[in-house]
């Protein structure tokens, strides 16, 4: 499928801009804020500001800042951690260039968290041998980056934000991108004529049936870019972060426990009150993220419970409260003192580490088509994200993407748009959406997990194979079709790249 729009979708109003950046999370704002003053860019978001996977990122962003910790040292840690698939160059640049980036962050007033003496103040997390996370807000550190940034973004006259707009198709006429067709409140289409789109749009939650991705994260951009014809790479990695807050009566949404916890002193114990990771790897419940998970899904298996525990009680609670204040407070919601009570979790849907493959600025095979942030795969994160390297990643390539838009600008004969009449039709009537939603992600979640078999995985193909048959049939152009669309192809592409790597490695592991 080319084009998801009808044969009759009615396009209301056409616009022009240099740059359109579909996503309004760290990566989007950040390549925003780094475009050249005179370069009309439009940044366009499914929802608001505050819904991302950057806004909920708690944890922080990882970089060799602190005394003693070098970039080699981020590079070993990120490497060992993308067991060993990482793309050498693209990390050896995330590393070298990220301190920069946090620098510019100071300067754009990103209030990070201070010592008594004034300076940054580091933690830990998985895989990491050094105390290398900044954060802010305590446990809010995307939440803040993203209101500083979004405030700056505000004031530039250059930058367009319009929110509620949903990506629906990147229009490419035979020398590359030539627009996008964008559905703005569930009401009208505009169809915004650019030759430079970045696609920011983070991640695929959505797939599964529980993940610590907000709504929207049902993969648009990644769709969009494939039926454009983009290539992907490394789709089949897909990370569980360990301790997503466990809840009896989970609406797939799930609040995070950050692995700053751990990483403050947390232990991850059984319903016993026994350690479980001590053993399975030197940095115990630090080992990286991919080892955990299957680490406490083991162990869930072996005990037939459906919970394990962070345990960070050994902590006094006013420290608690100053440095992790949302994790204090949700948890206190639940009824769950952290100071006092164990903290129930279990494996979650996360991130993901493929994605659009992309050079290191963010360019992809498409000419001014761009990628960055959770949505690209530049190679950094191998088969295995370094905690805290997410947004490193959406700050280091966001801005490397925009230095080469900026120099590269109107420097080609203008393209030629193609004529959208040509899309063929399709006949099908509207489906039950929320259904066949439900039923990839059931079958994702049962077969294309943190533990696969390849039975699982080829009947999973079978069966979101044939939904994606009927989706594609569809004339509708709701975005509840493109959502169920888009992640019925995204799950597809997982699938059978999955299928396509018969041994097990980092977060791909077939458990036989
Ligand atoms: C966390 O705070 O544990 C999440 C950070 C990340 O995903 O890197």
Aim: glycine share 10%.
């Amino acid at each position: 499928m080319r084009y998801a729009i009808c044969r009759d979708t009615k396009i209301e109003n056409t616009f022009e801009a240099d740059v359109v950046i579909a996503g309004a999370g760290l990566a989007g704002l950040y390549t925003a804020l780094n475009l050249d003053e005179n370069l009309r860019c439009v940044i366009i978001a499914k929802d608001n500001i505050d819904i991302s996977s950057s806004w909920l990122a708690q944890g922080g962003i990882a970089a060799a800042i602190n005394e003693g910790d070098t970039p080699e040292l981020h590079l070993e840690d990120t490497v060992v951690a993308g067991a060993g698939l990482s793309d050498i160059d693209a990390a050896t640049v995330l590393v070298n260039e990220g301190p920069d980036d946090i620098g510019n962050l100071v300067k754009l007033n990103v209030p990070f968290d201070l010592d008594e003496f004034g300076e940054l103040q580091f933690t830990r997390e998985g895989g990491h041998n050094k105390n290398r996370v900044v954060h802010a807000g305590g446990d809010a550190t995307g939440r803040e980056t993203l209101k500083a940034l979004s405030h700056i973004v505000s004031k530039c006259k250059n930058i367009t934000f319009s929110g509620q707009s949903c990506l629906y198709d990147i229009v490419t006429g035979e020398s590359g991108v030539t627009g996008v067709i964008v559905k703005y409140n569930d009401r009208k289409f505009v169809y915004i004529k650019t030759e430079n789109v970045v696609i920011a749009t983070g991640g695929i939650g959505q797939i599964y049936k529980s993940t610590t991705n907000p709504s929207i994260a049902t993969g648009d951009g990644i769709a969009a870019a494939m039926r454009a014809g983009a290539k992907l790479r490394n789709i089949e990695f897909v990370q569980f972060h360990p301790t997503g807050l466990w809840r009896a009566d989970s609406d797939g949404n799930e609040f995070l426990i950050s692995e700053a916890v751990r990483g403050e002193g947390g232990l991850l114990v059984n319903s016993k009150g026994e350690r479980f990771m001590v053993g399975q790897h030197e940095l115990a419940e630090l080992a990286p993220r991919d080892i955990v998970a299957r680490g406490i899904l083991k162990e869930l298996r072996d005990s037939g419970e459906d919970h394990a525990f962070v345990d960070i009680s050994a902590k006094s609670e006013s420290f608690l409260k100053t440095r992790f204040p949302t994790i204090y407070k949700v948890c206190l919601s639940q009824g769950i003192n952290i100071a006092k009570d164990k903290i129930p979790v279990c494996p979650v849907q996360h991130y993901m580490m493929g994605g659009i493959e992309t050079d290191i600025d963010g360019r992809t095979n498409i000419p001014g088509l761009f990628a960055c942030g959770e949505a690209a795969n530049t190679g950094v994160h191998g088969a295995n994200r370094l905690a805290s390297n997410s947004m490193l990643e959406c700050l280091v390539f966001g801005r490397r993407a925009a230095q080469f838009i900026n120099s590269s600008h109107g420097k080609s004969p203008p393209r030629t748009a193609p004529v959208l009449e040509n899309i063929p039709p399709r006949q099908g009537a509207q489906l039950d959406y929320p259904k066949h939603r439900e039923k990839i992600q059931e079958t994702m979640s049962a077969h294309c997990g943190a533990l696969r078999t390849t039975q699982g995985l080829k009947l999973a193909l079978e069966i979101i194979s044939e939904e994606l048959s009927l989706l594609e049939s569809v004339s509708d152009d709701s975005l509840a079709y493109l959502e169920t669309l888009n992640i019925a192809a995204v799950a597809k592409a997982i699938t059978e790249a999955a299928l396509n790597r018969p041994e097990s490695i980092g977060s791909h592991y077939l458990d036989r």
